[in-house]
């Protein structure tokens, strides 16, 4: 039984000794992924500190506040008319998401899925204004709000359509929700023509549903890229009464200097709704982004 026993175990395999190495290059990949992670984190954390400090201590050499001072965010809230400006990026946000979801899901079905004269044509036009600066685009579009302010029997300028139509139609948005709905299988459009159904019907009943993350990706960027402007609400408002709340921080900027700590106080509360955005719509975003030919 003896003899048995060590044989078996002189035939025991052994691991094969690049099964104990460490991949280095994963290794390396971790190492600049935190590093990475490491320099989006420093600005965020400063922030959050120095939102809690004094003024004195903002202005100083402070790491850390002695006592953190949570009334900086009431205090911020109260003083700069918080309020107002976020309800103000409240409904221009919702109107613009709203519009841009109606506007760019028709094109890219139009796109994705209908034949007409020169389409390939006019998307690559439609893709060129990627390479636009946002900057070009002021003064052909405050000359249109204005004129339309002119002949239309609604004021344009000072108030919401100036803020919100100029950026219902985004080419990205077009090229994402295409690039999603040129994947989905064209049996589909054949079945929902046996029953009957139309381009509006198909799309509605059948293609959104299945685009959801496509769609949730174009929601997040439409929020966020609405919710920070800044430029073009100062350039076709001149009272508070639609500027939003990204504004509200320039009013910490007085002549006896900046108030840093309310400052960075009044840039958390605006980044917060961003973060509980892409909190809950984290799983669909990377799903979409990964499904729409658009990863790296």
């Not at 100083?60 to 976020?86: H, K, R, T």
């Not at 339309?148 to 985004?170: C, D, E, H, I, K």
């Amino acid at each position: 039984m003896a003899n048995v026993s060590m044989a078996a175990a002189s035939q025991k395999p052994e691991r094969h000794p690049q099964a104990r190495r460490i991949d280095a290059g994963r290794v390396v990949m971790y190492l600049v992924l935190l590093f990475g992670a490491m320099i989006a984190l420093i600005p965020f954390i400063l922030t959050i500190n120095i939102s809690l400090m004094t003024q004195t201590e903002a202005g100083g050499s402070a790491i850390l506040p002695v006592i953190p001072q949570w009334g900086n965010y009431l205090a911020a809230w109260e003083g700069a008319e918080f309020g107002l400006y976020f309800w103000n990026s409240v409904r221009i946000t919702f109107i613009t998401v709203l519009g841009q979801l109606v506007f760019c899901t028709m094109a890219a079905y139009a796109f994705a899925r209908i034949e007409f004269p020169a389409k390939e044509f006019l998307f690559a036009l439609i893709l060129s204004t990627l390479i636009l600066p946002e900057a070009i685009t002021w003064v052909p579009n405050f000359i249109t709000v204005s004129w339309l302010g002119r002949v239309t029997p609604f004021q344009w300028v000072n108030n919401w359509p100036a803020l919100t139509v100029p950026f219902m139609a985004s080419a990205f948005s077009i090229l994402i929700l295409r690039q999603f709905f040129q994947q989905i299988p064209g049996e589909l459009w054949d079945s929902a023509q046996i029953d009957g159904a139309g381009h509006i019907r198909y799309l509605i009943q059948v293609v959104l549903p299945l685009s959801r993350a496509a769609v949730v990706t174009v929601i997040l960027f439409s929020f966020i890229g609405t919710w920070n402007s800044l430029a073009w609400p100062i350039l076709v408002t001149t009272t508070p009464d639609w500027r939003p709340i990204s504004y509200g921080l320039l009013n910490f900027v007085t002549e006896g200097g900046t108030q840093v700590h309310l400052q960075m106080a009044g840039a958390m509360i605006t980044i917060l709704p961003l973060i509980l955005v892409y909190f809950f719509t984290q799983r669909q975003f990377t799903e979409g982004i990964a499904t729409t030919g658009l990863k790296g």
